[in-house]
């Protein structure tokens, strides 16, 4: 049901306390001289848009908030333009929550901490908006926009260090790729629109269903639009851009880039190719329309992705570079509950998510405690870190790599164990065995990290690490439910498991 | 005794939170607080031992609470007879390691809160009746091993370390592959281990025999079986003393447990098809190639890894008999190995705290100077040697006789080797305890009243148990008794009961 205007004013609360946010603190940087309290603004921008997102899965005749999560409402918004829906609203949760630890991080971070970072927040939050929109976008048109204000907000952000060649180096690539991904993204739409006769998901979905285009035409369109969203989600071939960029952008925007804008991507690929260019079947299976086989060509791309990423991984000596392959590889991870068609595949793909999103900022977070007190980021920067004052973010970086490479009793073992579960129900044992001997060559790699850590000596001239309480308390605010996620799940798979609900109209 | 095995497990994971938090600056006080929680678990493990019913072949003890409703995943817990001898012994050998760790000086807090979380590990590993509990604890263990060889070890650690955690990781990555084959294959879906037992039979042998070898791999590494066997000598070489006794009294035994446990009891078909080449086979292998690369060490510590392998292999030879002698010896073998192996592993760390050194050729007659310790090692050694009157000889025989009735040619191959094991040990023995006593170490003071204690109980189990092995044939009969009939009547069937 299309909901109306003045509802769809309601349902938008998250973005228009993001917005009204953005744009009061560039208006507040001209005359507040003390930039951190523009940043504890955005910070409560952030906890506003999650609690309203929160208040989004609650109809108002249901007050208990769980029982909210459980059953939202669901619709058109904004003539047919956006939908509300039980799998917008989880990623709307992810993106506040990582729009909040970034401005969290940005606080404690020495690189944006510059005595004038007022409209670095702005950016933060505008970026979030168009993650926000990215969840939601049920038509071709805002699919676009709400990419390209993430995609523009990002380049600015990446190159926020104006005075460090990295980081404008980093900028300009990121934009280059950007651009080349986005044109052919808009051209392949353009080929969908020209095929279905609309820019709306469902209207495409029914004419392909009614025979409107050959299927290799529509193949082509699916390949051309998939450039723009691997792009977004670093998915091989189009993950070129992700190390430079990761490693020349300022720790907190990596960090922002490797969970938000990874997450949006996944949910604007998930809402095109499931209810837009799928059909529903018995039991939570899908099918793809018209004989179209993009399941077969994202196989590929998820087998090459794992594979890619973690093998450049290895030889890494930066160790913000390393997470970029890291995250390279993660994506592929993602894809493989993407590629088995089934609702156990995307609730495994949205339970992931989650945890991703706590190790992967996570180990962000000790990169940035490191940078700040000794200005480095390689591998040897690391050496020896729990003997020189840096225990505890060495035992919480121990934490998240190892719960990156899957080892349980953390959080990361469970999303993968739900991911290669739907992969086995699904009897895809090829992609099943290459994703193992993936998880085998990624332990090396982190392994290595933690070896550096723990197992070699300091030799003196690494500089000492110091907690301060600020950071301290940030990464205790990722690291126990890490823990606390791979000893008891159970509420979040739930909500994961009633998130895979899509608006059909 | 309600939920026993639980308060088992969890009171030494309590003790490292309470270790964490002592201050690092009194590593006296650290010592003896983690030597106090291991025996909170070792006392319930000998009421345990008294009260355990040896009559019935059923789970005892058993805690059983749903954890993940939605992929059926309990916290599902309990004991039987091929269990509950590990059980016991993993009790036991934590005390007795932790007091032999009390010569640790550097990062001591660190040392004993993981040593505490690796014994909740490894008893989880032998107490989960839930596959997935099972594949949880028995990775848990791997993270404080890495680190306890890598912080603490000897000069190669690091690279002894990491070996250790790829080797054990590979094998746990296909042991979660075959099991959510096994769990989608099941109906309705279970992880619950008894619930499983003969599903198997759902598969066609081809498939059965593909997730028998896969879990096989994982289980090989830990035995560890030729040829996966290469992360062992570097592992307990470079460990220090404790961490190479866990490794060899309780780690190797997780390899031929997990392999009653699980192939035996869900894929009796595939077990009877493979078990020839794959254990028999093998196993008469590693009795041999252990005890030839035992006979060409000249490093006392990586003689005593390399005989562990050779030990290892009357396991899986007794294992593959199907016979009541062959199958209760290996379990009684596992558990004999476990003392005698530990008891080597302590000895060889008296010495090298002594001498720094472990070089066969660099000492003799230590005999003159060190007469109880050397009173021990001739003890420890001839137990190793299989001599009558020692707990080792009943295993050795139990597990060649029952292995004659199926295996005539490998049990003389076997029993043959029996020469090479006694060719090591006993010029070992002869190179270090007789023979010329070197000047530097006429000096030397015998072992003082804390290594003797942790030397003695595992003496006396050697001995007791060499006079009346039945102290463990009775606790784990009627279990193994059951679990070779369902083998035998698994494969005769064809398909096993639905």
């Not at chain 1, 970026?127 to 907000?153: I, K, P």
């Not at chain 2, 090692?377 to 009558?388: I, S, T, V």
């Given at each position: 049901?299309?909901?109306?205007?003045?509802?769809?004013?309601a349902?938008?609360a998250?973005?228009?306390?993001?917005?009204a946010?953005?744009?009061g603190?560039?208006?507040?940087?001209?005359?507040?001289?003390?930039?951190e309290?523009?940043?504890a603004?955005?910070?409560?921008?952030?906890?506003?848009?999650?609690?309203?997102?929160?208040?989004?899965?609650?109809p108002?005749s249901e007050r208990?908030?769980v029982?909210?999560?459980?059953?939202?409402?669901?619709?058109?918004l904004?003539?047919?333009?956006?939908v509300?829906d039980?799998?917008?609203?989880?990623f709307?949760l992810?993106?506040?929550?990582?729009a909040f630890?970034?401005?969290?991080?940005?606080?404690?971070?020495?690189?944006?901490?510059?005595?004038?970072e007022?409209?670095?927040?702005?950016?933060?939050?505008?970026?979030t908006?168009?993650?926000?929109?990215?969840?939601?976008a049920?038509?071709l048109?805002?699919?676009?926009?709400?990419?390209?204000?993430v995609?523009l907000?990002s380049?600015v952000?990446t190159?926020y260090r104006?005075?460090?060649?990295?980081?404008?180096?980093?900028?300009?690539?990121y934009?280059?790729?950007?651009?080349v991904a986005s044109?052919?993204m808009?051209?392949g739409?353009?080929?969908?629109?020209g095929l279905?006769?609309?820019?709306?998901?469902?209207?495409i979905?029914d004419?392909?269903?009614h025979?409107?285009?050959d299927?290799?035409?529509?193949?082509v369109?699916?390949?051309?639009v998939?450039a723009?969203?691997?792009?977004?989600?670093?998915?091989?071939p189009?993950h070129?851009w992700?190390?430079?960029?990761?490693?020349?952008?300022?720790?907190?925007?990596?960090?922002f880039?490797?969970v938000g804008?990874?997450?949006?991507?996944?949910?604007?690929?998930?809402?095109?190719?499931y209810?837009?260019?799928?059909?529903?079947?018995?039991?939570g299976?899908?099918?793809p329309?018209?004989?179209v086989?993009?399941?077969?060509?994202?196989?590929?791309?998820?087998?090459?992705t794992?594979?890619?990423?973690?093998?450049?991984?290895?030889g890494q000596?930066?160790?913000?570079?390393?997470?970029a392959?890291?995250?390279?590889?993660?994506a592929?991870?993602?894809?493989m509950g993407?590629?088995?068609l089934?609702?156990?595949?995307?609730?495994?793909?949205?339970?992931?998510?989650?945890?991703y999103?706590?190790m992967?900022?996570?180990?962000?977070?000790?990169?940035m405690?490191?940078?700040?007190?000794t200005?480095?980021?390689?591998?040897?920067?690391y050496?020896?870190?729990?003997?020189?004052g840096?225990a505890?973010?060495a035992?919480a970086?121990?934490i998240f790599?190892?719960?990156?490479?899957?080892i349980?009793?953390?959080?990361g073992?469970v999303g993968?164990?739900?991911l290669?579960?739907?992969?086995v129900?699904q009897?895809?044992y090829?992609?099943?065995l290459?994703?193992?001997?993936?998880?085998?060559v990624a332990?090396y790699?982190y392994?290595?990290?933690?070896?550096?850590?723990?197992?070699?000596?300091?030799?003196?001239?690494?500089?000492?690490?110091a907690?301060?309480?600020?950071?301290a308390?940030?990464?205790?605010f990722?690291?126990?439910?890490t823990?606390?996620?791979?000893l008891?799940?159970?509420?979040?798979i739930?909500l994961a498991e009633?998130s895979?609900?899509?608006?059909l109209g | 005794m309600?939920?026993?095995?639980?308060?088992?497990?969890?009171?030494p994971?309590l003790?490292?939170?309470?270790?964490?938090?002592?201050p690092?600056?009194?590593?006296?006080l650290?010592k003896r607080?983690?030597l106090?929680?291991?025996?909170?678990?070792?006392?319930?493990?000998v009421?345990?031992?008294?009260a355990?019913d040896r009559?019935?072949?059923a789970?005892q003890?058993?805690?059983?609470t749903?954890?993940i409703?939605?992929?059926?995943?309990d916290?599902?817990?309990g004991?039987?007879g091929?269990?509950?001898?590990?059980v016991?012994?993993t009790?036991?050998?934590?005390?007795?390691?932790?007091?032999a760790?009390f010569?640790i000086?550097?990062?001591?807090?660190?040392?004993?809160?993981l040593?505490?979380?690796?014994?909740?590990?490894?008893?989880?590993?032998?107490?989960a009746?839930?596959?997935?509990?099972?594949?949880?604890f028995?990775?848990?263990m791997l993270?404080?091993?890495y680190f306890?060889?890598?912080?603490?070890?000897?000069?190669?650690r690091?690279?002894?370390?990491i070996k250790?955690?790829?080797?054990?990781?590979?094998?746990?990555v296909?042991?979660?592959?075959?099991?959510l084959?096994?769990?989608?294959?099941?109906a309705?879906?279970?992880?619950?281990?008894?619930?499983?037992?003969?599903?198997g039979?759902?598969?066609?042998?081809?498939?059965?025999?593909?997730?028998?070898?896969?879990?096989?791999?994982?289980?090989?590494?830990?035995?560890?079986?030729?040829?996966f066997?290469?992360?062992?000598?570097?592992?307990h070489?470079?460990a220090?003393?404790?961490i190479?006794?866990?490794l060899?009294?309780?780690?190797?035994?997780?390899?031929t447990?997990?392999?009653?446990?699980?192939?035996?009891?869900i894929?009796?078909?595939?077990?009877l098809?493979?078990?020839?080449?794959?254990?028999?086979?093998?196993?008469?292998f590693n009795?041999?190639?252990g005890?030839?690369?035992?006979?060409?060490?000249?490093?006392l510590k990586?003689?005593?890894?390399?005989?562990?392998?050779?030990?290892?292999g009357?396991v899986?030879?007794?294992m593959?008999?199907?016979?009541?002698q062959?199958i209760?010896?290996?379990?009684?073998?596992?558990?004999?190995?476990g003392?005698i192996?530990?008891?080597?592993?302590?000895?060889?760390?008296?010495?090298y705290?002594?001498a720094?050194?472990r070089?066969?050729?660099?000492?003799?007659?230590?005999?003159?100077v060190m007469?109880?310790?050397?009173?021990?090692a001739a003890?420890?050694?001839?137990?190793a040697?299989?001599?009558?009157?020692?707990?080792a000889f009943?295993s050795e025989?139990l597990?060649?006789?029952?292995?004659?009735?199926?295996?005539?040619?490998?049990?003389?191959v076997?029993?043959s080797?029996?020469?090479?094991?006694a060719?090591?040990?006993?010029?070992?023995?002869?190179?270090?305890?007789?023979g010329?006593?070197?000047?530097r170490?006429?000096?030397l003071?015998?072992?003082?009243?804390?290594?003797?204690?942790?030397?003695?109980p595992?003496?006396?189990i050697?001995l007791?148990?060499?006079?009346y092995?039945h102290?463990?044939?009775d606790l784990?009969?009627a279990?193994?008794?059951?679990?070779?009939e369902?083998?035998?009547?698994?494969?005769?069937a064809?398909?096993?009961?639905?």
């Amino acid at each position: 049901m299309d909901l109306g205007n003045a509802a769809s004013v309601a349902y938008s609360a998250p973005e228009l306390i993001l917005i009204a946010a953005a744009i009061g603190i560039v208006a507040a940087d001209l005359v507040v001289s003390a930039k951190e309290q523009l940043g504890a603004v955005a910070l409560l921008a952030c906890a506003a848009a999650l609690v309203a997102a929160i208040g989004l899965r609650m109809p108002f005749s249901e007050r208990w908030i769980v029982q909210g999560l459980l059953h939202g409402a669901e619709g058109w918004l904004w003539s047919r333009m956006l939908v509300v829906d039980g799998f917008a609203v989880f990623f709307k949760l992810v993106f506040a929550l990582a729009a909040f630890v970034t401005i969290w991080m940005s606080l404690g971070s020495a690189e944006v901490q510059d005595g004038d970072e007022g409209e670095y927040y702005a950016l933060v939050l505008a970026s979030t908006v168009g993650l926000f929109y990215m969840a939601s976008a049920a038509n071709l048109l805002m699919a676009y926009l709400s990419l390209e204000l993430v995609s523009l907000t990002s380049y600015v952000l990446t190159g926020y260090r104006r005075h460090d060649r990295r980081s404008g180096e980093a900028a300009l690539k990121y934009l280059v790729y950007g651009g080349v991904a986005s044109a052919v993204m808009i051209y392949g739409m353009s080929w969908l629109y020209g095929l279905a006769g609309s820019l709306e998901y469902l209207k495409i979905h029914d004419a392909l269903t009614h025979g409107a285009a050959d299927p290799l035409t529509v193949f082509v369109a699916v390949v051309l639009v998939l450039a723009g969203f691997g792009f977004k989600i670093a998915a091989v071939p189009f993950h070129m851009w992700a190390p430079d960029v990761y490693e020349g952008a300022p720790i907190p925007v990596t960090a922002f880039l490797s969970v938000g804008s990874k997450a949006a991507g996944f949910a604007i690929l998930i809402r095109l190719f499931y209810p837009g260019l799928s059909e529903s079947g018995e039991g939570g299976a899908w099918a793809p329309l018209a004989g179209v086989d993009w399941p077969g060509l994202m196989l590929v791309v998820c087998m090459a992705t794992m594979t890619l990423g973690n093998l450049a991984a290895l030889g890494q000596r930066n160790v913000k570079r390393l997470l970029a392959y890291s995250s390279i590889a993660h994506a592929g991870y993602l894809l493989m509950g993407f590629v088995v068609l089934n609702d156990t595949g995307l609730r495994a793909v949205l339970f992931y998510l989650v945890t991703y999103y706590l190790m992967n900022l996570g180990a962000f977070v000790v990169v940035m405690v490191v940078a700040n007190a000794t200005g480095r980021e390689d591998m040897d920067g690391y050496r020896g870190l729990a003997w020189r004052g840096g225990a505890v973010p060495a035992v919480a970086m121990a934490i998240f790599l190892f719960s990156l490479a899957g080892i349980p009793p953390l959080a990361g073992f469970v999303g993968k164990f739900y991911l290669f579960a739907a992969v086995v129900e699904q009897r895809f044992y090829l992609l099943a065995l290459v994703g193992f001997a993936n998880t085998l060559v990624a332990l090396y790699y982190y392994a290595r990290l933690v070896r550096t850590m723990f197992l070699d000596q300091p030799r003196g001239d690494e500089g000492v690490v110091a907690l301060d309480a600020h950071n301290a308390f940030l990464l205790y605010f990722l690291t126990i439910p890490t823990i606390a996620l791979g000893l008891y799940w159970a509420p979040v798979i739930a909500l994961a498991e009633r998130s895979v609900r899509f608006f059909l109209g | 005794m309600d939920h026993v095995l639980t308060w088992m497990t969890f009171l030494p994971l309590l003790g490292a939170a309470v270790v964490l938090c002592l201050p690092s600056r009194r590593p006296g006080l650290i010592k003896r607080v983690a030597l106090l929680s291991t025996l909170p678990t070792f006392a319930l493990g000998v009421r345990l031992f008294a009260a355990f019913d040896r009559a019935t072949t059923a789970y005892q003890y058993v805690d059983r609470t749903p954890w993940i409703a939605s992929y059926a995943i309990d916290y599902f817990v309990g004991v039987d007879g091929v269990s509950i001898t590990m059980v016991l012994l993993t009790a036991l050998l934590c005390p007795l390691c932790v007091l032999a760790s009390f010569g640790i000086d550097k990062g001591v807090k660190g040392y004993f809160a993981l040593f505490l979380m690796l014994e909740t590990g490894m008893l989880g590993v032998f107490v989960a009746l839930d596959f997935f509990l099972f594949y949880v604890f028995w990775e848990v263990m791997l993270l404080p091993m890495y680190f306890l060889i890598g912080v603490w070890g000897g000069p190669r650690r690091e690279y002894a370390a990491i070996k250790f955690f790829l080797y054990t990781f590979a094998g746990s990555v296909l042991m979660l592959v075959a099991m959510l084959v096994l769990y989608f294959g099941a109906a309705p879906h279970t992880f619950a281990i008894p619930e499983l037992a003969g599903r198997g039979a759902v598969f066609d042998p081809r498939t059965q025999q593909l997730l028998w070898l896969a879990l096989f791999v994982a289980f090989a590494i830990k035995i560890p079986a030729f040829p996966f066997h290469t992360w062992l000598p570097d592992a307990h070489v470079e460990a220090p003393t404790a961490i190479s006794v866990i490794l060899a009294g309780v780690l190797l035994k997780m390899g031929t447990y997990g392999l009653l446990r699980i192939n035996y009891g869900i894929l009796p078909a595939a077990t009877l098809d493979l078990a020839f080449w794959s254990l028999a086979a093998l196993g008469t292998f590693n009795i041999v190639y252990g005890a030839l690369c035992a006979l060409a060490q000249t490093d006392l510590k990586k003689l005593v890894a390399y005989s562990s392998i050779s030990h290892m292999g009357y396991v899986m030879l007794g294992m593959a008999a199907f016979t009541p002698q062959g199958i209760n010896g290996a379990v009684l073998q596992m558990f004999n190995h476990g003392t005698i192996t530990a008891l080597l592993f302590l000895l060889v760390g008296v010495i090298y705290d002594r001498a720094h050194h472990r070089e066969i050729a660099g000492f003799g007659g230590l005999a003159g100077v060190m007469p109880v310790y050397t009173g021990v090692a001739a003890l420890a050694f001839f137990a190793a040697m299989g001599l009558p009157g020692l707990s080792a000889f009943i295993s050795e025989v139990l597990v060649l006789l029952g292995a004659w009735q199926r295996h005539p040619g490998l049990t003389i191959v076997a029993a043959s080797a029996i020469v090479l094991t006694a060719g090591y040990l006993l010029w070992t023995l002869q190179r270090v305890w007789l023979g010329r006593l070197d000047e530097r170490y006429a000096a030397l003071p015998d072992v003082d009243a804390r290594e003797l204690a942790t030397l003695l109980p595992l003496a006396a189990i050697v001995l007791a148990l060499g006079v009346y092995p039945h102290a463990v044939l009775d606790l784990i009969g009627a279990s193994l008794g059951h679990l070779n009939e369902l083998v035998r009547a698994g494969a005769a069937a064809g398909v096993a009961p639905r």
